[in-house]
Structures are given as structure tokens and as C-alpha cells.
């Protein structure tokens, strides 16, 4: 990976650079039995039109907040990339009255609509389908408005990496700490760099599950193999998904 790359979207273009095809996030749902890949150039793609809409769809702007109350899914690594790629401040699991924008889902439907601003549902469903009829009251649906948006993204001012990128769990990142702090956790979870994979089954509502399911893999030139409901998993399954997927190391 680039070493003068300073913020998460600097990480995944450095990262589609070198190689596009390879994959980044792989995840699974232990209680539906879902499976999901992204390339490096898929997950890009999506960013890159998740960003679209904050900025065109929302007019989001740098130092805005956004709630993202959304469990460990790909949809969330996505939303994460997408928001250090327009310069808002990635809220996760954060009280939505005090957010800008709310990303919600579900479960986290009510507690959403104490935002005053605009809002997104995300139904996580399978291949990220829309919801059926519609989306619950108050929300949006993200599955419908973001294909409509552009496959390549360009803020419209240049983000600042010593501005606020992250919150979680009660603490604040720039985004050039994030990177730094990424880059730090590879090492002690086992990503030793480019091929290294990691399967996690933490939850994204802490830094070590932010770092594990999405950011040291990304900082490394790894990718992740994401699991949601693992303790749903059978330990014969867990055995035969590390060998399958070329696990090198674990985070649970």
C-alpha cells in the first residue's frame, strides 16, 4: 500500500490500483445463510455511488454528521468508505439527534427518526435488496436511489485528513489517525500484508471491530471475511469457511 495514503479513500484507491480484482470484503449471515463477495472494484463501485448520493442526493458537506446505525455488513464497510471519501463524519451507532443524516437498519428504525434530517433505511437483506412494499415511514430506501447515481466520485472540495472522520464507541478520529491506528492493528491481528485475510465475527460498535472487520485489512492490502451471527455458526462450519476462504488469521 501506499505509505502517503492519509485517509480511508486514499487506502481504497491505493488499493484498486494495485490490484482491482482481488477480493476486499467477504461477508456472511450465519442466520440466513447469505453470502456475499466485493472485489476491490465492486466495493469501490460502490462507494463511489454511495458518495454520489450523499453529496448530490443529501448535499452532505464536509464536517456533516451521519448516524450509522447498522450491525457489521458489508453495506456498513461500504457506508464508512463513502463517507471519509466526501469528508462527513462517520457516527456509528451515535444518537441521531444529533446527527445530520441518519443510515439505519433494522431494528434501529424508531430510534432513527429522532433525526431531523433526511434518512436512509437499509433493508440488509440479501444482495441488498429494496424493501417490499416500501421502506418504513420517515425513510428512504437506499437500495432504490443509490444505482441511480454516478460510478466514479470526486468531492467537490478536497478532504481534510486532520478533520474529524470517525466516531465510535465515544471516541473521535481524524481520518489520518484512523489510518495510522489501522496500520498499527495490522500487525497484532495477524495481517502481515498483501494476501493476508482475515475472518471477523466482531461487531462494529467498537474500534477493534471497526479496525478488524474493514480498516487494518484495507491498510494492509488484505481483505476481510466478515461474519455476521457467527455464534449462530457451528464449529465445524467456522472450521470448514477458514480453509475454504484461505483465512490466515482470526478476530472473534
Same mark, same amino acid.
Not at 26 to 44: I, K, N, Q
Not at 49 to 66: F, I, M, W, Y
Not at 179 to 192: I, M, W
Given at each position: 500500500?501506499?505509505?502517503?495514503?492519509?485517509?480511508?479513500?486514499?487506502?481504497?484507491?491505493?488499493?484498486?490500483?494495485?490490484?482491482?480484482?482481488?477480493?476486499?470484503?467477504?461477508?456472511?449471515?450465519?442466520?440466513?445463510?447469505?453470502?456475499?463477495?466485493?472485489?476491490?472494484?465492486?466495493?469501490?463501485?460502490?462507494?463511489?455511488?454511495?458518495?454520489?448520493?450523499?453529496?448530490?442526493?443529501?448535499?452532505?458537506?464536509? =464536517? !456533516? +454528521?451521519? &448516524?450509522?446505525?447498522? #450491525?457489521?455488513?458489508?453495506? *456498513?464497510?461500504?457506508?464508512? /468508505? @463513502?463517507?471519509?471519501?466526501?469528508?462527513?463524519?462517520?457516527?456509528?451507532?451515535?444518537?441521531?439527534?444529533?446527527?445530520?443524516?441518519?443510515?439505519?437498519?433494522?431494528?434501529?428504525?424508531?430510534?432513527?427518526?429522532?433525526?431531523?434530517?433526511?434518512?436512509?433505511?437499509?433493508?440488509?437483506?440479501?444482495?441488498?435488496?429494496?424493501?417490499?412494499?416500501?421502506?418504513?415511514?420517515?425513510?428512504?430506501?437506499?437500495?432504490?436511489?443509490?444505482?441511480?447515481? =454516478? !460510478? +466514479?466520485? &470526486?468531492?467537490?472540495? #478536497?478532504?481534510?485528513?486532520? *478533520?474529524?472522520?470517525?466516531? /465510535? @464507541?465515544?471516541?473521535?478520529?481524524?481520518?489520518?489517525?484512523?489510518?495510522?491506528?489501522?496500520?498499527?492493528?495490522?500487525?497484532?491481528?495477524?495481517?502481515?500484508?498483501?494476501?493476508?485475510?482475515?475472518?471477523?465475527?466482531?461487531?462494529?460498535?467498537?474500534?477493534?471491530?471497526?479496525?478488524?472487520?474493514?480498516?487494518?485489512?484495507?491498510?494492509?492490502?488484505?481483505?476481510?471475511?466478515?461474519?455476521?451471527?457467527?455464534?449462530?455458526?457451528?464449529?465445524?462450519?467456522?472450521?470448514?469457511?477458514?480453509?475454504?476462504?484461505?483465512?490466515?488469521?482470526?478476530?472473534?
Amino acid at each position: 500500500m501506499n505509505a502517503t495514503d492519509r485517509t480511508p479513500a486514499d487506502l481504497l484507491r491505493s488499493a484498486l490500483a494495485a490490484d482491482p480484482a482481488r477480493p476486499l470484503v467477504t461477508f456472511y449471515d450465519d442466520a440466513t445463510g447469505e453470502r456475499v463477495e466485493l472485489s476491490v472494484a465492486t466495493f469501490a463501485n460502490w462507494v463511489a455511488k454511495t458518495a454520489n448520493l450523499l453529496q448530490d442526493g443529501l448535499s452532505a458537506e464536509p =464536517g !456533516d +454528521r451521519v &448516524a450509522l446505525l447498522l #450491525p457489521a455488513h458489508w453495506q *456498513a464497510a461500504v457506508w464508512l /468508505v @463513502a463517507c471519509s471519501s466526501v469528508g462527513v463524519v462517520a457516527d456509528v451507532a451515535g444518537d441521531p439527534a444529533r446527527a445530520d443524516f441518519v443510515v439505519a437498519g433494522p431494528g434501529r428504525f424508531e430510534a432513527g427518526l429522532a433525526c431531523r434530517g433526511e434518512r436512509y433505511a437499509l433493508s440488509l437483506a440479501p444482495l441488498g435488496r429494496r424493501f417490499v412494499p416500501a421502506p418504513p415511514d420517515g425513510y428512504a430506501d437506499y437500495a432504490v436511489d443509490v444505482p441511480t447515481h =454516478g !460510478d +466514479r466520485f &470526486a468531492p467537490y472540495a #478536497p478532504v481534510d485528513p486532520e *478533520a474529524p472522520a470517525l466516531i /465510535v @464507541a465515544g471516541a473521535e478520529y481524524t481520518s489520518a489517525e484512523l489510518v495510522e491506528r489501522a496500520r498499527a492493528d495490522a500487525p497484532v491481528l495477524g495481517l502481515t500484508g498483501p494476501g493476508s485475510r482475515l475472518l471477523s465475527g466482531l461487531p462494529y460498535d467498537t474500534w477493534e471491530g471497526l479496525s478488524a472487520g474493514l480498516y487494518a485489512p484495507l491498510a494492509t492490502g488484505g481483505s476481510v471475511v466478515l461474519c455476521r451471527n457467527l455464534d449462530q455458526a457451528s464449529e465445524e462450519t467456522l472450521t470448514r469457511r477458514i480453509d475454504s476462504e484461505r483465512v490466515t488469521t482470526t478476530a472473534w
